[in-house]
């Protein structure tokens, strides 16, 4: 005897099948990358790490990154902003700097970087700051704004990727609950 499934249980069937895989927190993956600290890759279009010099740009752009979005405010020791920004012009990379001060978290800070994170030009995007907690706090608010995630789920990716600042853990979940899209 020969089943044959209607075209909407197909189409439903692969319709929850691809929203289920959309839902489902990605994979984390550390990887070594000369000039990069902290380099952690999600299986999206993504990739988040710490402190990074010039010198590694033109191998996140093999690694076939459009963006890097530099959140290290400019007068940290070790930031190379200009040197950074001169590099990706170089090799072909967008640069955008994101300054975001830990210490004082400003929300137009997350708007903007909602905005650059989500243009399709800039992705796939190589998002970094000193240490990794940062860009793991605004990957959060991400999940929680645009993709939808809970906090809890939001959280559970933003530690694999970095995030150890209870204070910047909190500044993006009160973001996402007054940011609501």
Request: aromatic share 8%.
């Amino acid at each position: 005897m020969r089943l044959h499934a209607s075209p909407l249980v197909a189409v439903l069937f692969l319709a929850a099948v691809f929203t289920s895989r959309q839902t489902a927190a990605q994979q984390v993956t550390k990887q070594a990358v000369p000039g990069v600290t902290n380099f952690a890759r999600l299986e999206t279009t993504i990739a988040c790490g710490g402190a990074t010099t010039p010198e590694a740009v033109p191998e996140l752009k093999k690694m076939g990154f459009a963006s890097i979005v530099n959140m290290r405010l400019a007068n940290e020791a070790g930031a190379n902003v200009e040197g950074e920004a001169a590099a990706a012009k170089t090799a072909g990379i967008n640069f955008i700097h994101i300054p975001f001060n830990s210490a004082t978290p400003d929300p137009a800070v997350a708007d903007h970087f909602l905005q650059v994170i989500t243009a399709p030009e800039n992705n796939p995007a190589y998002i970094h700051c000193a240490s990794g907690n940062r860009v793991s706090a605004m990957w959060m608010i991400k999940r929680m704004v645009i993709d939808h995630w809970d906090a809890d789920k939001a959280y559970t990716e933003a530690n694999a990727l970095g995030l150890t600042n209870p204070a910047l853990k909190q500044f993006a979940v009160d973001y996402a609950q007054t940011h609501k899209r």
